[in-house]
Every structure is written in C-alpha cells, then in structure tokens.
C-alpha cells in the first residue's frame, strides 16, 4: 500500500488487496476491495488463532454472518497468522464447527499497521472492527482491549442503521435504533426538541 497515513473516521481508503483462506469451499483466494463493488465491508481484527476470547467472538459473528450479508454487507476477519492456521484453527476449534466467513491473512503485518491495530511488540493484531461505506470511505471504527470480547448484534445494529442513512439521505438514527424504529431528521427547528419529534412518530 503506497498510502501508510493511518486511517481514521471518515477516511477515503484506496483499493487494498487480501489473501483469504474460505472455510466453505477450503481454498486459498486473492481479493481486493474492487471485488467488494456496491456492499458495505466489515473487517474485523482479532489478535491471533488458538487463543481464547477470540473463538468465543467468531462463533457469535458466525451466527449473524447471514443477517450482516442480507444487510447489503460482507465481512472478513483478520489476523497475523497464515492462511494454514486459520485452516487448521477451523479444523479443531469445536466452537468454530460449521465456521462461514472469509479469514484474511495479515502474515506482514501491513494491513493491521494501516488500520492501526498492529501491536509491534507482539505482532498481533488488537481486536478492531472497521465497517467500509460501498463508497470506500470509513464509518465505524471500534477498537476494544484484548480480554473483552465484542458483541455481533451491535455489529449488525450499526451496519442496518449505517445502510439506513444511506439509503435515506437527511435521516439519522437515535440510540439503540434498530430496523422499523423511530428516526430522525436534524433541523434546527428540533434543536432542544428531540423528544417530542420522536413522540409525533
């Protein structure tokens, strides 16, 4: 990647290439985000196979996988290791039985480093979750500690509302909003007067 500045909240991102092992077919592929055209992407990050939150995490993600998919998404997940261990983590981890989404291998290290969740002393990654706009720009960044695992159905709460806005330039979505919720419209006539918009719903 010939851009090393560090991406942040609404970033451009420029084209980025992934090697992938897919648990489904048991093959090793090369992606970039061109393949991606029109969907949201979310890539998420966890420190390293056969370690123990980050099973937990996955089984959890691999049950919204098809819910996150049906929102206009697809999601990778993301680590230092090689696509051999991913395989073979699949292959023994019972959590991880009948496991779905694609596994990028960040064997350098260089993706982590651009997203920055790169730990150098360890070479592992940290356990962020970034969600790409089909426009390649960055609208959610998420970067937990190591020993707490993150929850899929805030993930896939973000990716509705996120495909929501988009589809509905001018709306904005309150706390805990979910899928047939009350929104939003920002005015300066609301300002103080939030309340009683989403009571008139």
């Avoid at 009948?98 to 002393?121: C, H, Q």
């Avoid at 001018?170 to 009571?199: D, F, M, R, Y």
């Amino acid at each position: 990647m010939e851009n090393t500045s560090l991406i942040k909240l609404e970033s451009n991102i420029e084209n980025m290439s992934f090697t992938i092992y897919e648990p489904t077919s048991d093959t090793i592929v090369n992606k970039n985000l061109q393949d991606f055209k029109g969907k949201w992407l979310v890539l998420l990050f966890y420190p390293a196979d056969f370690t123990f939150v980050c099973p937990t995490e996955l089984k959890d993600l691999n049950k919204a996988y098809e819910d996150i998919k049906a929102s206009n998404a697809e999601v990778l997940v993301a680590s230092t290791d090689t696509v051999f261990s991913h395989k073979r983590r699949i292959e023994t981890e019972r959590l991880l039985e009948n496991f779905k989404i694609p596994m990028v291998s960040d064997r350098t290290g260089e993706l982590s480093r651009r997203f920055g969740v790169l730990n150098e002393t360890t070479g592992n990654s940290a356990r962020g979750t970034f969600i790409i706009s089909p426009e390649w720009i960055v609208k959610s960044i998420e970067i937990v500690t190591e020993p707490i695992g993150r929850s899929s159905n805030e993930l896939l709460r973000k990716v509705r509302a996120l495909e929501f806005v988009r589809s509905n330039p001018g709306q904005a979505c309150p706390a805990n909003w979910n899928v047939g919720g009350e929104t939003l419209t920002p005015s300066i006539k609301i300002a103080g007067h939030v309340g009683e918009q989403l009571q008139q719903k």
